[in-house]
């Protein structure tokens, strides 16, 4: 009898409160994976700011040398 229940209860519409902590679970995990996506698109921005800085120096050391 006990499997019949189970099946059942996996049968019948989520309560309310059962659809509301569900999407409240999954709000959680979309906050989780955009913070994580923000700190990579952060870091790629401050890796191509450094990249820039060192690029320009090296293009005005490059123009001293040629003067």
């Given at each position: 009898m006990?499997?019949?229940?189970?099946l059942k209860d996996r049968m019948r519409d989520p309560t309310p409160l059962e659809r509301i902590a569900?999407?409240?679970g999954e709000a959680y995990v979309e906050k989780l994976e955009a913070e994580?996506?923000?700190?990579?698109?952060?870091?790629?921005?401050?890796y191509n700011k450094t990249r820039i800085a060192r690029l320009n120096e090296?293009?005005?050391?490059?123009?001293?040398?040629?003067?």
């Open positions: 006990k499997f019949i229940d189970f569900r999407e409240l994580t996506a923000l700190d990579w698109a952060s870091s790629v921005v401050n090296r293009l005005n050391e490059h123009k001293e040398k040629q003067k």
